[in-house]
Structures are given as C-alpha cells and as structure tokens.
C-alpha cells in the first residue's frame, strides 16, 4: 500500500506561484510513474503533469510553461511548482503514483487532494 498525502495549496491572486508537494509513504516501484492532476467543479479530471520512469516530465497543454514538476526521491517528495497562476487553474489538485511505465497511463494511488484558488 502507498500512502501519498499533498500540501502546498491555498489562495493566491492572478499571477502568483504556488509550491505543491506530496509526500509519498514508500516506493513499492523502483522507478514509478508520479503524476499532479487537477479537477475543478463540474469539469473532468485533468492531467497537469507526469513523470515517467526515465525520469521525463510531461505536461497538459493548458500548463505548458507555467508549472514545473519535480521528484526528490531521496525525500520520497514530489512537487508541482507553479508560476504565473491564472483563476482557470482554480481546482482541487491530486497527486498520483503508479507502475513503471513510459507512458504513465495508469496511477493506482491516489492522494486527498490539496486545493487551489486563484482569484482575479
């Protein structure tokens, strides 16, 4: 069992930064997938950025060049620093663990979530 449990969130104005972390309780992978998502009221989840098990990072669309996602696996840490906030990226963000992968389309832990509001 992994237990991920994410802090970091809060309210910040339009354009501020914001620092996510989630500290993940044992790595049951050696490499893992590691993974931020977001899901805001009455839309899907969505992925924001991933790692695979080389190490790439991948990000969606809406966050590319804003956010930055980072894993210190000598503090079994993962962060999500986030610049330039815009109130779209208003959500409740999750951070996810999965199996080795290239891809990193399967995460089978899940975090509670750590919210976000940006204001205008």
């Known amino acids: 069992q992994v237990q991920l449990v994410e802090s970091g969130g809060g309210s910040v104005q339009a354009g501020g930064s914001l620092r996510l972390s989630c500290q993940v309780s044992r790595y049951l992978y050696s490499r893992p997938c590691l993974g931020w998502f977001r899901q805001a009221p009455g839309k899907e989840r969505e992925e924001v950025a991933t790692?695979?098990?080389?190490?790439?990072?991948t990000y969606g669309n809406s966050v590319k060049g804003r956010f930055t996602i980072s894993n210190d696996a000598a503090k079994n840490t993962l962060y999500l620093q986030m610049n330039s906030l815009e109130p779209e990226d208003t959500a409740m963000y999750y951070c996810?663990?999965?199996?080795?992968?290239?891809?990193?389309?399967?995460?089978?832990?899940w975090g509670q979530g750590t919210q976000v509001t940006v204001s205008s």
């Open positions: 996810a663990y999965g199996p080795e992968s290239y891809r990193c389309r399967d995460f089978n832990y």
């Open positions: 790692i695979n098990n080389f190490g790439a990072p």
